[in-house]
T-cell receptor
């Protein structure tokens, strides 16, 4: 079974540009979440999608957006890039929908997209 | 969300058992404890999850005392390939996949 696939693996952009990152979840997984990882802030939750609907959103500005398609693939977009957006962007998938007071779902992460903003 | 506290770093040698303790004094009744492992330039990988007492799988053991205010991840006979950052998380399913990662513990295994 193929794992979570993120493309591209590396990306270099300049300030003010916009970028789109792609994530293909494990087959059968319907929940996709995105995380940003930087040396200073660590791993931070961006947003989560299930059945094309955003379920949760982290504390990031509106420049960060995402969407999920009917085949569960997801994209995230960052507009008007800033130097501080340089980070490893990670996508994770799970079966979903994850609700109630049971154990949190096991997340499967991709290898990430390393974004450098110059 | 319950806050977790872990040692920033630990050193060990090949073949030793490593125990990483995580403190979560404000853990809620319904919270589970989950550990992830992360290698450089890769996404985190689920290791183990538990609610109380002891859980063991092919990779590690998780010990949770009765008061559940802490937990210990035990890695038996570590090798160089176990060098990674280990994250302890506390939460329940109703938070969806909005996980809160702390700083983690950077484990260095030496030959």
């Amino acid at each position: 079974k193929a794992g979570v696939t993120q493309t591209p693996r590396y990306l270099i952009k300049t300030r003010g540009q916009q970028v789109t990152l792609s994530c293909s979840p494990i087959s059968g997984h319907r929940s996709v979440s995105w995380y940003q990882q930087t040396p200073g802030q660590g791993l931070q939750f961006l947003f989560e999608y299930f059945s094309e609907t955003q379920r949760n959103k982290g504390n990031f500005p509106g420049r960060f957006s995402g969407r999920q398609f009917s085949n569960s693939r997801s994209e995230m977009n960052v507009s008007t890039l800033e130097l501080g957006d340089s980070a490893l962007y990670l996508c994770a998938s799970s079966r979903g929908p994850g609700q109630g007071f049971g154990a949190p779902e096991k997340l499967f992460f991709g290898s990430g997209t390393q974004l450098s903003v110059l | 969300l319950a806050k977790t506290t872990q040692p920033i770093s630990m050193d060990s040698y090949e073949g030793q058992e490593v125990n990483i303790t995580c403190s979560h004094n404000n853990i809620a009744t319904n919270d589970y404890i989950t550990w992830y492992q992360q290698f450089p330039s890769q996404g985190p990988r689920f290791i183990i999850q538990g609610y109380k007492t002891k859980v063991t799988n092919e990779v590690a053991s998780l010990f949770i005392p009765a008061d559940r205010k802490s937990s210990t991840l035990s890695l038996p006979r570590v090798s160089l390939s176990d060098t990674a950052v280990y994250y302890c998380l506390v939460g329940v399913n109703n938070a969806g996949n909005m996980l809160t990662f702390g700083g983690g513990t950077r484990l260095m295994v030496k030959p």
